[in-house]
Nanobody, 124 residues
Framework: QVQLVESGGGLVQAGGSLRLSCAAS????????VGWFRQAPGNERWFVAG????????YYADSVKGRFAVSRDNAKKLVYLQMDRLKPEDTAVYYC?????????????????WGQGIQVTVFS
């Protein structure tokens, strides 16, 4: 199994940038695909971005394409979510999740391992 901890959230003005990190411990990290999700108050948890086990494939929700970029460093057991040109509607708690199956890692219901989440607030 793998344990996940997010960091890098905070308060940022619209148009600004943040980089979230997801640090893993436990099992061999390269065995897991990773997804990023977000949940705003009163809303469901939605997929934002994902990356395959090797990092060779990345996936994005339409709402963040061209603004967010996901990457990973398996040697350091880290996954990053670079968020640029942030908008107030990006405000949410952001979670990273991991699963051995890529399709599951991109699914808010199927992803097996979750971090505790971190707040991102974008003000205009």
């Amino acid at each position: 199994q793998v344990q996940l901890v997010e960091s890098g959230g905070g308060l940022v003005q619209a148009g600004g940038s943040l980089r979230l990190s997801c640090a893993a411990s436990g099992d061999t990290f390269s065995n897991y695909a990773v997804g990023w999700f977000r949940q705003a108050p009163g809303n469901e948890r939605w997929f934002v971005a994902g990356i395959s086990r090797s990092g060779g494939a990345t996936y994005y929700a339409d709402s963040v394409k061209g603004r967010f970029a996901v990457s990973r460093d398996n040697a350091k057991k880290l996954v990053y979510l670079q968020m640029d040109r942030l908008k107030p509607e990006d405000t949410a708690v952001y979670y990273c999740a991991a699963d051995r199956a890529t399709a599951s890692a991109l699914d808010p219901v199927l992803a097996h391992y979750w971090g505790q989440g971190i707040q991102v607030t974008v003000f205009s």
